[in-house]
């Protein structure tokens, strides 16, 4: 357990920061899912979830949630989801 006052709120503010992450990266799996989905099921709405699933990677990169090289994999891949369908 932290003894300092710092450590105590440096703490507190570690799992906020936690539970935000979480939540994004959470968020950005489900999106994917839908994505996915979307794409096996020859949904025209595929191209729109495509879009805002490039939107949150970059969003959470910038937040610093993951790391750069990671959302350009994902958008890559998304891509090439869309363009085999």
């Known amino acids: 357990m932290a003894h300092t ?10 799992k906020k920061a936690n539970l ?7 968020e950005l ?10 794409v ?8 729109e979830l495509a879009k805002q699933f490039a939107s949150r990677l970059d969003k959470a990169v910038k937040a610093g ?4 090289n990671r959302a350009a994999n994902k958008k890559s891949q998304a891509d090439k989801l869309l363009a085999a369908k």
């Not at 710092?6 to 570690?14: N, Q, W």
């Not at 949630?65 to 750069?68: E, F, G, S």
């Open 29 to 38: 799996k489900t999106i994917e899912k839908k994505l996915r989905a979307a």
């Open 65 to 68: 949630t993951i790391h750069a």
């Open 5 to 14: 006052k710092s450590a105590i709120k440096r703490l507190a503010t570690s």
């Open 40 to 47: 096996a099921a020859g949904d025209a709405a595929a191209t």
């Open 20 to 26: 935000r992450n979480r939540a994004r990266v959470s």
